[in-house]
């Protein structure tokens, strides 16, 4: 950049100003600092185990004579072809699936509802309702079977007038007195994650939509349900991969009645055969566990994602 300064009884010159330097921390080295503690977690703890499990999944045990000392040996696809021979790792995943279908839109349905009635400017003490709908998940998930356990026993429970009547543990309902735990330990969670999406919206779309006499009703069913639906399809998601990873309420279920098996879920399945101790085969189930759940999740993000458009 040049500068003419001119002055009575002098020559003209031109001065030249040097560009200043720009100071400041290098952006890569920036962005290893901050995201390498969780590489290296994400790594040791997600990648790691993933690429081991493969590994085990394709070996197999071998002896030398019926009581030989059992050597690994790699066995190729032998184990993935013993999981889709196995009649009970099948009939577990349909009988989750059976269960998510029916489980995750009324869970759902109850978190947008609780959702939709915190946000609405007719109720009064939000922050207590969001504290007592949101307090179950608090509550570990064992701890949560543990009780509703004692409540569904016909001998244990303080409304035997009830229990007594209905077998809550027995081989009809047992699903679905689990799907019941489920759903009040995970409702409040999902009620934060869509209600963290409602308080995002302006409010000036509201104002807009009463002066065109809308109810909050029509508001409700037009304007909130449709910009929230991000939301929804997250926590969709989320609850699909629960659904098919469901493990330590029917695993507390097995000690209150024998309705619950050792195969009742996937991963109760995986459990038990990784204790016999098969952990080859354990890892082949885990597999293909992993990749049916990613392809159930993503057909379910794609199709959500194409009517959304």
Known sequence: MTTDIAK????????????RKRTGIKTPRAVWFFIAPFS????????????????????????????????????????????FQDDAFWSSILRVVGFGVVQVPVMLGLALLLA????????????????????????????????????????????????????FLGADLVLWSIANVVTWVFVGYNMIIIYSALLSIPSEIYEAARLDGASQARIAWSIKIPLVMPAIILTSIFSIIGTLQLLAEPQVFKSFTSAV?????????????????????????????????????????????????
């Open 116 to 167: 939709l009635l915190l946000d609405s400017p007719l109720v009064k003490g939000k922050r207590f309702f969001r504290l007592a709908f949101f307090a179950p998940y608090a509550v570990p998930g064992v701890i949560a079977a543990v009780m509703w356990g004692f409540l569904y026993s016909p001998k244990l429970s303080p409304f035997t007038a009830i229990t007594s009547e209905i077998n």
């Open 8 to 19: 009575p009884g002098t020559p003209t010159k031109a001065v030249t100003k040097k560009p």
């Open 261 to 309: 098996t050792s195969s009742f879920t996937p991963n109760l399945l995986i459990y038990s055969t990784a204790s016999v101790p098969n952990v080859n085969l354990a890892a082949a189930f885990s597999v293909v566990l992993a990749l049916l759940t990613f392809a159930l999740s993503f057909t379910v993000l794609k199709l959500t994602q194409r009517k959304a458009d």
């Open 40 to 83: 290296v977690l994400f790594g040791l703890f997600y990648i790691v185990p993933i690429i081991v499990a493969i590994y085990q999944s394709l070996l197999t045990v071998e002896r030398e004579g019926t009581f030989g000392k059992p050597t690994e040996v790699f066995g190729g696809f032998v184990q993935y072809a013993r999981v």
